[in-house]
């Protein structure tokens, strides 16, 4: 008989988390947000487990600087519903980043996360400024490049 390899499942005490800082001037907003979304979830560690949390924590500056290709800027939307009658409420990508430039990529990396408790507690671990300015310097972050 063969002897079988258990699979290793990851505890949440044991979870080594790091601190990454990615520049978002000149990027895609698609393409960062997938990469962002895998950094916050885990799947670049070899020690990932679905039901564990086992992601890293990610600042983001420039966010103010980010790309959309084509003309997305003016034509993609975004709705919310309040839940009344006539409550549908739609804004242009363009409109939302005039108001406040770290909504686009929030929204961007939260759609690629779990729609769970799980990823609730993933996405409290993204950080996005608009400026080149944060106030994490203090957890000695690693630059991450794309």
């Not at 006539?86 to 939260?110: C, F, S, V, W, Y």
């Amino acid at each position: 008989m063969e002897t079988m390899t258990k699979t290793y499942l990851e505890k949440p005490a044991n979870v080594q988390r790091k601190w990454y800082l990615v520049d978002a001037e000149g990027k895609t907003l698609g393409r960062l947000a997938a990469k962002v979304a895998t950094l916050l979830r885990g799947k670049h560690k070899p020690t990932f487990t679905p039901h564990v949390d086992t992601g890293d924590h990610v600042v983001i500056v420039n966010a103010e600087k980010v790309v959309l290709t084509g003309n997305k800027m003016e034509s993609k939307t975004y709705s919310t519903h309040s839940g009344f009658p006539g409550g549908l409420k739609t804004l242009t990508a363009e409109h939302i980043h005039r108001k406040d430039p770290t909504k686009l990529l929030t929204k961007a990396i939260e759609g690629m996360l779990p729609k769970n408790p799980l990823g609730n507690h993933m996405a409290k671990k993204l950080r996005v400024y608009a400026g080149a300015t944060h106030p994490h310097q203090a957890q000695k972050l690693e630059s991450f490049s794309l």
